[in-house]
């Protein structure tokens, strides 16, 4: 069973600058969440996709950051403008929605974002 | 509000020593909770919630909804333990999503 894949690996940018990131889930997984883990802290939830449906984005900053899943399958995280603060992983990830989930969501290996 | 405290970002333990990495929370709910464990160079992954009640490669953890604890223990460490350990906590959700809030982490070294 391929992982969550998710593209690019590495960005580094200048404040200001604009930059997305890409995510491919577990093949059936309908559920989609977008994490910032910065350094030395736990990941944090920024959105929660079910299928196209956006559930959860209290947490995004809604001025810069933005997020889609078209067709309910990828989806891609942009952050426009970007700030020194926003230099993170993001992670990607996917879980199954029906009963007998079991809570386990499927990481991506991340995406290291650097901003100077 | 859910809030996960790990209180030791570092744990350094001898192999074959006893292991406890601590978990607190608060939620005003009924939580599940959960432990992720990342080990270098490979992605983060579930090791073991609460309600399935299951070892995992030695590892146990008991949720004491009193003390709101859900500490993860292991009788013998191994040096293949050595990892980011993180807890977890989701509202419940019955057949729905998880929501996931995680603590920020422990470091568990294991030392030859």
């Known amino acids: 069973e391929a992982g969550v894949a998710q593209s690019p690996r590495y960005k580094i940018i200048e404040k200001r600058q604009s930059v997305a990131f890409w995510c491919n889930p577990i093949?059936?997984?309908?559920?989609l969440y977008w994490y910032q883990q910065i350094l030395g802290q736990g990941p944090k939830l920024l959105i929660q996709f079910q299928n196209n449906g956006v559930v959860d984005d209290s947490q995004l900053p809604k001025d810069r950051f933005s997020a889609e899943r078209l067709k309910g399958v990828d989806s891609t995280l942009k952050i426009q403008p970007a700030k020194l603060e926003d230099s993170a992983v993001y992670l990607c990830?996917?879980?199954?929605?029906?009963?007998?989930?079991?809570?386990?969501?499927?990481f991506g290996e991340g995406s290291r974002l650097t901003v100077l | 509000a859910q809030r996960v405290t790990q209180p030791e970002k570092l744990l350094s333990v001898f192999k074959g020593a006893p292991v406890e990495l601590k978990c607190n929370y608060s939620?005003?709910?009924?939580?599940?909770l959960f432990w992720y464990v990342q080990y270098s160079r490979q992605r983060l992954q579930l090791l073991l919630r609460?309600?399935s009640r299951e070892s995992i490669k030695g590892f146990t953890a008991d949720l004491n909804k009193g003390e709101t604890s859900f500490h993860l223990k292991k009788p013998f460490a191994q040096e293949e333990d050595s990892a980011m350990y993180y807890c977890a906590l989701s509202p419940y959700s019955g057949a729905g999503s998880y929501q996931l809030t995680f603590g920020k982490g422990t470091k568990l070294s294991v030392i030859p």
């Open positions: 093949s059936g997984h309908a559920t």
């Open positions: 990830a996917s879980s199954t929605f029906r009963g007998g989930n079991t809570g386990e969501l499927f």
């Open positions: 939620y005003s709910g009924s939580p599940e």
């Open positions: 609460h309600i």
